[in-house]
């Protein structure tokens, strides 16, 4: 783990509260939306929205709490004890928990003049934790959310102010999500520099001009077609989720809970890529742009057959024009982040006459988040597996 400036830990404290301030605005926003409907009449909304909210909710709580039952005994020491842990979860408390434990590791890390190996260590180990939750959370609520909003006022042919914030902050917080998740799936290879500040941008935006048309092509079939959405999000996500069963995945600790993952990772690409399995990603990713083009086209052509059902007062007309734009920009950014701006991993081992030194044997000690490591292998797949991976015999990386 190599030794970080002061200013890198601050700033790392600072993004960490932002993340959970920014948490709990979405739900505050949220709340504030339901009752909107609430108080207008418009019953359905607000239950829809509850339902999202408390659905992607308690999928949070879910992860977390396997998470910690699946990490080593005395790894998080001190924290509460496991009824105390168990009913934080139960209260939908536990994403928030984390929050504040790794807001808590990263002062203690910030103030100590030459804080230890281990501390980093796991510092780190918490953060990578809480950025996959955060991930999970953008794509099971905020982007659910966000079509139906979308969907919303599309209908009813205008925007109130509250919507229109969260509309902006939902697509910043999303694309920021996987910013995040990308920036955190380095920090476990020791051979992967950090991300600069041109490529974060040009990831930022790919990522926020890829998933506009999407979100905006299923929120307009949501708003012409209000019973059928349901039955199309099932069908994509039954056939995603297979091909991600097929992948054969093993980021959970147990096959049950494994099918929890699936079912995640399901919902994420019915929006975006996301990779979980070994092995060159180029097959997979063109495979899934153009399964997710085509039913994007698809939502389109229904929406332009359709378009005198929804009110005037939207304008329809640059929606689609636009929409066309922000894809194929969006798509040459990719093309231009992975060609020129996404680094090749080095291989810099620690070895004395070929093997493997004593430097390398301390970093296996330390903490590693041996859930993100995986992801990690399957995102930079040129990374060797000793260089990533725990070995067999390690209890989520710690020996």
């Known amino acids: 783990m190599p030794w970080l400036p002061r200013a890198a830990l601050l700033w790392d404290v600072v993004l960490g509260f932002g993340g959970t301030a920014a948490f709990l605005i979405d739900l505050g926003a949220d709340l504030w939306a339901a009752g909107q ?4 009449g418009r019953y359905l909304w607000a239950a829809l929205v509850l339902a999202l909210l408390g659905l992607a909710s308690v999928a949070l709580q879910l992860f977390s709490w396997l998470w910690l039952r699946a990490d080593p005994a005395g790894l998080h020491a001190p924290q509460p004890p496991g009824r105390c842990l168990a009913l934080l979860h139960l209260l939908q408390l536990g994403y928030l928990y984390r929050c504040v434990q790794g807001l808590q590791q990263g002062l203690l890390v910030w103030r100590q003049e ?4 281990f501390d980093l260590a796991y510092a780190d180990f918490l953060t990578l934790d809480i950025s996959m939750l955060r991930l999970f959370e953008t794509f099971l609520e905020t982007t659910p959310q966000l079509t139906l909003l979308l969907a919303i006022v599309l209908q009813s042919g205008r925007a109130e102010s509250y919507q229109w914030v969260g509309i902006c902050t939902s697509f910043v917080g999303i694309s920021w999500a996987l910013l995040d998740y990308h920036r955190a799936l380095r920090t476990c290879l020791p051979s992967k520099s950090l991300l ?11 990522n926020l001009l890829l998933l506009w048309p999407r979100v905006l092509a299923v929120a ?8 059928y959405v349901a039955l199309h ?3 994509l996500w039954l056939v ?5 069963w097929l992948q054969g995945t093993d980021f959970m600790p147990d096959s049950c809970s494994e099918w929890l993952y699936r079912a995640t990772v399901a919902t994420i690409l019915y929006f975006s890529w996301f990779n979980v399995a070994e092995g060159r990603t180029r097959g997979r990713a063109t495979i899934h742009l153009v399964f997710l083009l085509s039913d994007s086209v ?12 929804l009110p005037g007062g939207i304008p329809l007309q640059m929606l689609l024009p636009v929409s066309g734009i922000c894809f194929l920009l ?3 950014l990719r093309l231009v982040y992975y060609r020129w701006l996404h680094p090749r991993c080095r291989q810099e081992p620690d070895q004395v006459d070929g093997a493997w030194g004593l430097r390398s044997l301390e970093w296996r000690r330390l903490p590693q988040n041996r859930r993100m490591a995986q992801l990690a292998q399957s995102f930079f797949p040129r990374v060797r597996d000793e260089a990533a991976l725990p070995q067999k015999g390690e209890a989520n990386g710690v020996l």
């Open 37 to 40: 409907y609430v108080v207008s």
């Open 196 to 206: 600069g500040l041109g490529s974060s941008v040009v990831y930022f935006l790919w």
């Open 330 to 332: 969006g798509l040459a």
């Open 220 to 227: 307009l079939f949501s708003a012409l077609f209000p019973h």
């Open 233 to 235: 999000f099932l069908g």
């Open 114 to 117: 030459a804080p230890s190996e």
């Open 240 to 244: 995603l989720l297979f091909w991600v």
């Open 298 to 309: 698809l939502l389109v052509v229904t929406w332009v057959t359709h378009i005198a059902w």
